[in-house]
Each structure stands twice: as C-alpha cells, then as structure tokens.
C-alpha cells in the first residue's frame, strides 16, 4: 500500500551547493531558501557547519542560520564533529543532522575518521543533544555502495542504523550517495530497517547518478517509507564521493508523487521560482525533467 502523503525534505541548499565551486553569494542561498519554503517545503537542510578549508562554499553557514533559521517547519543544519555543534550551538538552531558513511575509506575521506571513530565521537554528542532538546537526524552516507569499496553488505548498514538508532536520533537519512542502488536493493533494505528500527523517522536520499531515483522511491514507498530527501533544480553531489552527481529533483518527485495522488503540500510552479533564482549562481545545468520541460525559455 503506497503512502497518502508524503514529506519532502530540501536538500538543495546544502547537498545542493556544497559541491559548487565558486561561491554562491550569501544573499541569494537566502532568496532561494525563502523561496523553497514560498513553494510549500515545511523541512530542509539549510548548511554545514564544516570546515571551511574542507567546503568553502559552506563557510557562510553561521549567516545563513541568523537570516534565514526562523520559520514554520523544520530547518536542520548539518555538523561532523564536537567543534561543529558547539558553532552550531552558538546559533538559534534546533535541529541538527550528523553524518557517517557505512564505509570506512569513504568516511575517511568525508571526515578523517573511521566510521567507528566517527561513532565513538558522536555517541555522547547526540545523547548531549537529546538532553537539550534538540531533534537529531543521522545521515547514513554509502547505504547501498561506496566509490571506494564498491558494493556495502547490507548487514553493515543494518548494523550502523541500529547503532545510530540505540545512540538516540530521532531520524536516519539512508543515503545512496552515488546513484547506484536499485529498486530491488532499496525495498530490501528499507523493509528490514521498518522491522528492526520501529519507531523513528525512516527517510531516503537518492542521488539520480543513473536515473534510478525515481524507480527507488516507488520501491522505497513500497516497503513503507514516506519521506524523502529531494534537491531542487536536481543539484547536488558530495565533494569527497567522486562520480556522485545530484539528488534527484525535488519537482520531479513532486511531480511524480502528486500525478500518483499522493500529497506533498508542495506548488510546482512556485519551486521552479526558487529554481530560477540560483540557476545564474551554478555551473552545471539544471538537468530536471520536469524543469526543462517547463522553463521559460
Ligand atoms: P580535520 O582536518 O580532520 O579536522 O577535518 P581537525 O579536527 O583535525 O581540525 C583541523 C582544523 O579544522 C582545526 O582548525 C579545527 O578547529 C577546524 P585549526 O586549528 O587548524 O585552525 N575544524 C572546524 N572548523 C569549522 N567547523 C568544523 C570544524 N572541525 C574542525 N566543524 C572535518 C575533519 C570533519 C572538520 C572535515 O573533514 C570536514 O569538515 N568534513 C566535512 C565534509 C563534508 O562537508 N562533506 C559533505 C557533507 S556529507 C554528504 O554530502 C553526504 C550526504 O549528502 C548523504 C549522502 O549523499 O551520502 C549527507
Ligand atoms: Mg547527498
């Protein structure tokens, strides 16, 4: 049975940017926020608070946070490390994403630590968190393969999901960071995670590096996931995966979704407005369906 409604979570801001080269100027990251959430979108990543010399485009993330943080919804900000809450910590910010990839040569390259590393650092960082109030999503990098050490073995991610699950977040972001799993890998992972981790928030990111996310997201649907990481205008990539491309685009998801009857909350028209306004900003270009077939010229 597929959901009724579905929540989208915006990742163009962050995952979106992050692997741009020149920096996009701190005035239109805040034009495109507000105009996503004009467009419906209730939850979004809006930034990293990550190292500067790692991710310069991210080095506006303190900013970003005091403009743009306030809002309905529910805005998170990415953090690697115990020196990324306490920038964090500093701000407004009530929602935090902390990450990890199931494979340790990826995990290395993202954050310089092994994945157990990375783990015994952030155990008692998101049990702090937790006693403060904040809400704590675990983004779950090389879910299904790595760049690196190609295919994961599905008992891996059950395994670091479990972990992250029994630390205390409230939500796991399973990622696929270089668009290579198929229909077949994401229902089965997603329906065993639905059995063993009851209880908290369920979400997938696809990148589109085959054009598969789509078929992913039917298949994730059909194991009982009902929220989804999306990146208008299908930016996206992580700097330190090479061959790792966009996430799929928030409006071809939409589009797909609502033509299916399921609900986003989300005015496609209104997306591709936020679209436009970071378009002259980025060297790639937009390669949504759904926004070629719809631009203006
Ligand atoms: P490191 O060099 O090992 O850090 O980097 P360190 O602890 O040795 O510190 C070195 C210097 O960095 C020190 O400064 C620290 O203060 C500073 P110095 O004394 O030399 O002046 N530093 C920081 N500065 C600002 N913010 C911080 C911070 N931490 C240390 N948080 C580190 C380790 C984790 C910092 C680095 O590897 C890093 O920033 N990595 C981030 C990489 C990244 O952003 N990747 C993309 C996001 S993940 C992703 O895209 C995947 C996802 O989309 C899901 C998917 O698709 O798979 C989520
Ligand atoms: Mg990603």
């Known amino acids: 049975k597929l959901p009724e409604?579905?929540?989208?979570?915006?990742?163009g801001p962050r995952d979106g940017l992050q692997n741009e080269k020149g920096f996009v100027p701190t005035e239109v990251k805040g034009q495109f926020i507000h105009a996503l959430r004009d467009?419906?979108?209730?939850?979004?990543e809006l930034t990293s608070f990550v190292s500067p010399k790692w991710v310069?485009?991210?080095?506006?993330?303190?900013e970003i946070v005091s403009a743009c943080y306030d809002a309905p919804g529910r805005s998170i900000v990415l953090a690697?490390?115990?020196?990324?809450?306490?920038r964090l910590e500093e701000t407004n910010c009530r929602a935090v994403a902390v990450f990890v990839g199931v494979s340790n040569t990826f995990n290395k390259k993202n954050i310089n630590k092994t994945t157990a590393e990375s783990m015994e650092e952030l155990r008692p960082l998101i049990a702090d968190l937790k006693e403060k109030?904040?809400?704590?999503r675990a983004c779950i990098s090389t879910a299904w393969h790595c760049p690196y050490e190609g295919k994961i073995p599905e008992a891996d991610t059950l395994r670091l999901c479990a972990d992250f699950a029994e630390a205390g977040v409230d939500e796991l972001s399973v990622a696929d960071t270089i668009g290579m799993a198929v229909p077949t890998e994401a229902h089965s992972l997603f329906a065993q995670l639905k059995a063993i981790i009851p209880g908290i928030l369920l979400t997938a990111h696809f990148h589109d590096t085959r054009k598969l996310a789509l078929a992913n997201i039917l298949a994730s649907m059909q194991a009982?996931?009902?929220r989804f990481d999306t990146s208008a205008g299908g930016l996206g990539g992580c700097p330190f995966a090479p061959g790792a491309t966009g996430n799929v685009a928030t409006e071809d998801v939409v589009y797909m979704l609502e033509r299916m009857g399921i609900k986003t909350g989300i005015a496609l028209d209104r997306l591709m407005d936020a679209v436009e306004i970071v378009r002259p900003?980025?060297?790639?270009?937009?390669?949504?369906?759904?926004?070629?077939?719809?631009?203006?010229?």
């Open 39 to 44: 467009s419906g979108i209730r939850e979004m």
């Open 5 to 11: 409604n579905v929540t989208i979570i915006e990742v």
């Open 281 to 297: 900003h980025v060297s790639r270009p937009i390669e949504s369906t759904y926004f070629n077939m719809h631009a203006s010229a």
């Open 224 to 226: 009982g996931i009902d």
């Open 80 to 86: 690697p490390n115990k020196k990324g809450i306490e």
């Open 133 to 136: 109030g904040y809400f704590v």
């Open 56 to 62: 310069p485009q991210m080095a506006d993330a303190a």
